[in-house]
Nanobody
Framework: QVQLVESGGGLVQAGGSLSLSCAAS????????MAWFRQAPGKEREFVAA????????NYADSVKGRFTIARDNAKSTVYLQMNSLKPEDTAVYYC?????????????????????WGQGTQVTVSS
């Protein structure tokens, strides 16, 4: 069992930055591919970014490439999402996810069913 707790959301103006954190409570954090998804009001949850267990491989949605960076600290069992140049369309609830079946570069790592554990989410609101 893995419990995931996100933090760091909030309100920011367009062009600003926010950093999200996801702390995992698990006996072994290392084997998990970690990812961030987001869900805007009235829309389906969508993939944002994923990172391999070692941190050596990352994968991003086209909409956030060059603006967002995913990273992890296995010693702290924490995954991060640094979000820069934020846009109003980035407004959503951001969810952290963990899974062991697919590496970050696999197509299925961009799909919700690729993950077994989810956090409660943290709200990010970008004002124009």
């Amino acid at each position: 069992q893995v419990q995931l707790v996100e933090s760091g959301g909030g309100l920011v103006q367009a062009g600003g930055s926010l950093s999200l954190s996801c702390a995992a409570s698990a006996r072994t954090f290392i084997p998990y591919t970690m990812a961030w998804f987001r869900q805007a009001p009235g829309k389906e949850r969508e993939f944002v970014a994923a990172i391999s267990w070692s941190g050596g491989s990352t994968n991003y949605a086209d909409s956030v490439k060059g603006r967002f960076t995913i990273a992890r600290d296995n010693a702290k069992s924490t995954v991060y999402l640094q979000m820069n140049s934020l846009k109003p369309e980035d407004t959503a609830v951001y969810y952290c996810a963990a899974g062991t079946r697919y590496d970050s570069g696999n197509y299925y790592a961009t799909q919700q069913f690729g993950y077994d554990y989810w956090g409660q989410g943290t709200q990010v609101t970008v004002s124009s």
